[in-house]
């Protein structure tokens, strides 16, 4: 069993940067993919950046590429997501997610975090 505790997150202007966090409780959360989707008001949620578990390889959105940058740290089993050079189209609840082989679909994740609100005005 793995628990999401997320962190940050808040009310930016464009252009601002904002760095989200995501605790797991649970050694084997370093067997897992670490994920971060967003969803806005009316959408569906959708996903955002990825990082493996076994070789760190990370995957981003085309929206964000360039932009935002996901990490690990194994040792607090803690993934991090940092957002630069944020737009008012970023605007959106982010849930982080754990997943032992999922990649960017959401069935494919298996824990969830509580969830984060963004919100990037212009």
């Known amino acids: 069993q793995v628990q999401l505790i997320q962190s940050g997150g808040g009310l930016v202007q464009a252009g601002d940067s904002l760095r989200l966090s995501c605790a797991a409780s649970?050694?084997?959360?370093?067997?897992?993919?670490g994920g971060w989707f967003r969803q806005a008001p009316g959408k569906e949620r959708e996903f955002v950046s990825l990082?493996?578990?076994?070789?760190?390889?990370?995957n981003y959105a085309d929206s964000v590429k360039g932009r935002f940058t996901i990490s690990r740290d194994d040792a607090t089993y803690t993934v991090y997501l940092q957002m630069n050079s944020l737009k008012p189209e970023d605007t959106a609840v982010y849930y982080c997610?754990?997943?032992?082989?999922?990649?960017?679909?959401?069935?494919?994740?298996?824990?969830w975090g509580q969830g984060t609100q963004v919100t990037v005005s212009s």
């Open positions: 649970g050694r084997t959360f370093s067997r897992y993919n």
């Open positions: 990082i493996t578990w076994r070789s760190g390889i990370t």
């Open positions: 997610a754990a997943s032992s082989s999922g990649w960017i679909s959401t069935s494919e994740y298996d824990y």
